[in-house]
């Protein structure tokens, strides 16, 4: 199974939710009091990922509902954050030194979100 959705164990008894391929994790949420806030997160993915619109901030674009934005980093890499329609951040990724790699993390999620399985490994 190289892609997953991961529920892990944080610190302070939380969880995060992970979209990993093999041993790599592409993005992770924010850490959760309770593991049914982490299986929302997948679950909230699962459903608007795949139709989410692409925003590149870097160029000042803007979105609204649920979308991916490409952002810059302080350094001035790029990394994506997935958006909630409340304008809240679900997850985000690493920081990457070329656009291209931030745009082929989000293709993977768009495009396996849906058959993607969930493991518990909290």
Known sequence: ?????????????QFVA??????E??????????KP?????IESLKKN??????????KGEEGKGYRFEIAASKDGQTF?????SNNEPMVRTETYKS???AKN????LKKRAVATPTVDEA
Do not use: Q
């Open 99 to 101: 656009k291209s790699s």
């Open 25 to 34: 994790t592409i993005f992770w949420s924010e850490n959760y009091a309770g």
């Open 1 to 13: 199974m190289p892609h997953a959705f991961k529920i892990t164990a944080a610190k302070g008894g």
């Open 49 to 58: 990922a795949p139709g989410a619109a692409v925003i590149d901030t870097t």
């Open 105 to 108: 993390a989000i293709e993977s």
């Open 37 to 41: 806030s982490a299986k929302n997160c």
């Open 18 to 23: 992970k979209y990993v391929y093999n041993a």
């Open 80 to 84: 994506v954050r997935f958006v909630a």
